[in-house]
């Protein structure tokens, strides 16, 4: 049966001094923190560049002017609240248009669902500069005159996003058994949907805001070519006139962004932690 | 769904149509295929090579860094770290354009902050032909978004690999090398695969973090479409950047073609 | 049952197993011991069975002799060598874990012919060898299947073939039925164990199922907290458990409160030993550990203890009788039991003359279930 086996077990014995846990574990960690130190330094210096630079003035020494400038400054607060009017609007939007959507297919048409990942994969794969070529096209020229056009384009660069988290949410919960025994209960389908399905899908629909909202507050491309100047197009714009407060104003938004996101989530996992813990006690 | 249906078809299948509709007409409203001819050669042709070797670049390099990192990441036992991470990389995936360009020139630009450091011990790298306003500098910033998408896609195939497996191939006698030969990395090859598309996808597409870094001095097809969009362009070629947008479209199509033959074979196992 | 083919024919001519032994392994996570002194020693061409509840040590004890653990103390000897300092790698064991281990990117034949691919076999020899041993399991017209399409117990086989297919020293089996349904368990459960008498391979087999570890084992372990209970035949382990964690823990026992006075107890009107290795314990307050067909009952309209319940079990019903307060339980022969009704008085008598006991426990689990 063991032919070869004793010279293995003796070459072992001879080539390998230590116990297999006690040394492969080192090694592993140690390049382990090579490459964490090496991808950390390559995401944070920049990020303490631009904070640093926001606390510059042009003579190099540390300084609140460029923060303390911000809202006084001409056009911020015009496209601050352009980028939020338009925020709301994409937001509302997407949540009216996709919500009912997921939950129908996911009811009732579950056939298309592979349909709908395929439409909804698309404003990924499609550059969005060439989308915003054809819509500055096609679009009647009332439309083209208001921002809210680029509300209406927000919605479809949204839907990859949101349709995941959405997709996701409605999977992990037993749709069609809630819709059921709200309907034998008595209520009408609106009822339902906004008592029973939204209350369950509440984590995916705080993801697919974040992510709604993140998304048109740092638009650039289509912003910039329809010619509005959102927030973003206003900071490239301004460092003409001074980069200390464009790039101020970038990393507030980016440490802005990070905030939202961390809050969100921390919200959701302590929430999602309770009714486990109750649902262990029943 | 009608609503839906209705939404996408006009949001997306309408600009489509209008996009590949104009890339076949002349100014005057005449069918014509001197468009087509026009960003087939000279400049525009050269903005789509510049282009695809970009995407190539910016999708094979932080490929494999977002993978080497994804699995320091999942190797590692601080739940910390991995929450870190994950917030972190969905926070900076999202993160091109203006924003990001800001924070490299404070970074790298001549004034910059590591190009101080660097200076300091007579590494400055503009002295050794860097300049971040260029075509590797754009790669380089690129990293930026790239790293932390790949890294938000492999994650969970990464999670699929089963510690047994591992265990099964050490106790037939393969060393490391050989489970990561045999069947760590024929395992995540379609995942990898999909992932870099989808970085490609990505740098192929990139226009704000190019233009705002560059102010729209590098040769890149997205940057030629604003350059056109915004009015610069010659008489009777008002419908070039049409033609280049379909050329964007045709050559995502044929990457697709491509990602699906060599899915197709790297995930047989699959099917 | 699938057909086997000559076993020794593949094996090689006169497989011998190795000799395996732990001696006072250690292993602990933090605060907790998973192994506290474990010791084993297994025959050559044994198959052992490590039986006990979840965290009592048994899979550490088998990944520590897989090489996958490293021992804080103590020391595995395969055939009187210390391989305590070899890796998994070069260790030569073959492992079926208990669920998902086929690499899901090789087929069938591929996953049995890695062993040997990792071992710079030829690639002809070794798929005609991965044939040999899928042809062994029954499996030869599934050799070009992906895993995924197989089903678990297909998979569990070609998981056995694998581990095969490098003529290990040992065959490790850790919980590799426990994701199965139960027909395909049974017929698994007789086809490894009939593998491993033909090929007389030192098995060790981790279960937290007793009946499995009972049919398939020459000897069983009971572990418990780290350390081997008791370590015997299956017939010995039923029969005479030394310690009162194995006489509950295998099989079914009813508890009966007695007292014991000079090593004796007084047990449904009737004085029995204590059985010899729990004297030890006090004169006083104890429980007596019966099993079901250490009971014997006669129907008796004078008596006080009456029936309860019965479940009809095939050959046997199971009988619980309230005696003073207490539940026992009882086998009776199904057509005798036929004619006791519910609530019927019946005479209670132990069958043995000696009796095991334990420390009374306030929950008293044997007399509510």
Known sequence: ?282 | MAPFSIYSFLGLGVPIIAVIYYAFQSEQGKPTLSNIALVTHGSYLLGFENSIVLALITSIVPGIIGLILAYAIATSRSATLKRLVATASGVLANFGGINLTFMFIATLGSTGILTAWLSAIHLNPWNFGFNLYSFYGVALVYLYFQVPLMVLVITPALGGLRPSWREAAENMGASSWGYWRYVGVPVLMPSVLGGMLLLFGSGFAAYATAETLTAGTVTLAPIQIGSLLAGNQLAGQENVGYAVGLGMFVVLAVTMILYGLVRRRASKWLR | MTELVDATRIAGPAPAGARVSLEGLVRTYGATRALNGFSLAIEPGEFVALLGPSGCGKTTALRVLAGFERLDSGRVTVDGRDVSKVSAQHRDMGMVFQSYSLFPNMNALNNVAFGLRMRRQHATQRRQKAGELLELVGLSDQASKYPHQMSGGQQQRVALARALAIEPRVLLLDEPLSALDAKVRAELRDQIRQLQQRLAITTVFVTHDQEEALSMADRVCVMSAGRAEQTATPAALYSRPTTSFVAEFVGVSSRVPVESENGSVVLFGERCRIRASDVGLPDGPLDALLRPEDVTITPDETAKPFVTHKSFLGAITRVIVQVEGVAVRVDVRSDVAADIELGARVRVAVVSRDVLVAQRTATRPGSTQ
Do not use: C
């Open chain 1, 1 to 282: 049966m063991a032919s070869l086996i004793p010279d293995i077990v003796e070459d072992a014995l001879v080539a390998v001094p230590e116990a297999p846990g006690r040394r492969r574990r080192p090694r592993l960690r140690v390049w382990r923190a090579v490459v964490l130190f090496i991808a950390g330094a390559y995401f944070l210096i920049p990020i303490y560049a631009g904070l640093r630079f926001s606390f510059e003035n042009d003579a190099g020494h540390l300084s609140l002017y460029a923060v303390k400038a911000i809202p006084s400054e001409p056009g911020f607060s015009a496209a601050f609240w352009l980028s939020m009017r338009l925020a709301v609007v994409t937001l509302a939007l997407t949540l009216v248009l996709m919500v009912p959507t997921s939950v129908y297919v996911h009811l009732k048409l579950p056939r298309l669902r592979r349909l709908l990942d395929f439409v909804t994969i698309l404003p990924i794969v499609i550059p969005p500069i060439v989308l915003i070529l054809g819509v500055l096209r096609a679009a009647p020229l009332w439309l083209r005159a208001s921002p809210y056009l680029l509300s209406l384009v927000y919605v479809i660069l949204s839907m990859p996003f949101v349709y995941r988290s959405l997709d996701a949410g409605l999977s992990a919960i037993d749709l069609k058994t809630l819709v059921e025994a709200s309907r034998s209960l008595g209520g009408n389908w609106l009822n339902t949907l906004w008592r029973v399905v939204v209350p369950n899908l509440r984590s995916a629909l705080l993801s697919a805001t974040v992510l709604t909202l993140a998304l048109v507050l740092g638009e650039f491309t289509m912003a910039s070519l329809d010619l509005w100047t959102t927030l973003p197009v206003w900071i490239y714009q301004f460092q003409q006139v001074d980069a200390h407060v464009s790039t101020a104003v970038s990393m507030v938004s980016l440490i802005g962004t990070w905030l939202l996101i961390t809050l969100i989530v921390s919200l959701d996992r302590s929430q999602s932690r309770r009714t486990r813990r109750r649902t262990n006690n029943s």
